[in-house]
């Protein structure tokens, strides 16, 4: 659904998100990962902003927020955007971390563990993720865009067996499907 006037859209999946909070009562999470995930869009923009780039659209779906932008920003400029989500998503891990000890609130401390997990999530080198970007983009640079492209398709497609296989075995254990679903999500992204 797109939003008129403006360059926001929802996708259907990301009615799931409300669904899920009120199925599991988990009001505090989904408030705590809606700030930390707001902080690590902003430094997208920001750097994309500082690189020349502009933003066209903002999609939210059950799988996170993408920024779909333009303005011919360098293979450095994409890196640099890339790498400033979880950059902004570690500086307020950190800022949360200190608030938390400063005034022994532990809704901070819990802030910063959301913040920082989801730093060190979006650092993994898969692509769509903010670290499998910035990896293909270095690739690009290297080797051109075919080289790149196919690298960043072999090397998600293992990553994404390897995540089954561990969420087939963590299904098995303890009913627990967020493994498959990433590994689902990795297989059906597009290069």
């Given at each position: 659904?797109?939003i008129?006037?403006?360059?926001?859209?929802i996708?259907k999946?990301a009615?799931?998100i409300?669904l899920?909070?009120?199925?599991?009562?988990a009001?505090?999470?989904?408030?705590l990962c809606a700030?930390?995930?707001?902080v690590?869009e902003?430094?997208?923009?920001?750097?994309?902003t500082?690189?020349?780039?502009r933003?066209?659209?903002v999609?939210?779906s059950?799988?996170g927020?993408?920024l779909?932008?333009g303005g011919?920003?360098?293979y450095g400029?994409?890196i640099?955007?890339?790498?400033?989500g979880?950059?902004?998503?570690?500086?307020?891990?950190f800022?949360?971390?200190?608030a938390?000890r400063l005034?022994g609130?532990?809704v901070?401390?819990?802030?910063?563990?959301?913040?920082?997990?989801f730093c060190l999530?979006?650092?993994?080198?898969l692509?769509?993720l903010?670290g499998?970007?910035a990896?293909?983009?270095a690739?690009?640079y290297?080797?051109?865009l075919?080289p790149?492209r196919?690298?960043?398709?072999?090397?998600?497609?293992?990553?994404?067996?390897?995540i089954a296989?561990?969420?087939l075995?963590?299904?098995a254990?303890?009913?627990n499907?967020m493994?498959?679903?990433?590994?689902?999500?990795l297989?059906?992204?597009?290069?």
């Amino acid at each position: 659904m797109k939003i008129s006037g403006t360059g926001l859209e929802i996708s259907k999946t990301a009615y799931l998100i409300p669904l899920i909070v009120c199925l599991t009562d988990a009001w505090l999470l989904f408030g705590l990962c809606a700030v930390s995930v707001a902080v690590h869009e902003l430094g997208h923009w920001a750097a994309l902003t500082l690189c020349g780039g502009r933003t066209e659209r903002v999609t939210l779906s059950f799988f996170g927020v993408s920024l779909r932008y333009g303005g011919g920003i360098s293979y450095g400029g994409e890196i640099y955007t890339a790498l400033a989500g979880p950059g902004a998503s570690l500086i307020l891990s950190f800022f949360a971390a200190g608030a938390g000890r400063l005034c022994g609130a532990a809704v901070l401390y819990e802030l910063a563990g959301v913040s920082l997990l989801f730093c060190l999530f979006n650092l993994l080198p898969l692509y769509p993720l903010d670290g499998g970007r910035a990896i293909y983009n270095a690739l690009a640079y290297f080797f051109g865009l075919d080289p790149a492209r196919r690298l960043t398709v072999i090397f998600r497609r293992l990553a994404a067996a390897a995540i089954a296989a561990g969420g087939l075995w963590l299904f098995a254990v303890q009913k627990n499907p967020m493994l498959l679903v990433c590994a689902a999500a990795l297989l059906t992204v597009r290069t």
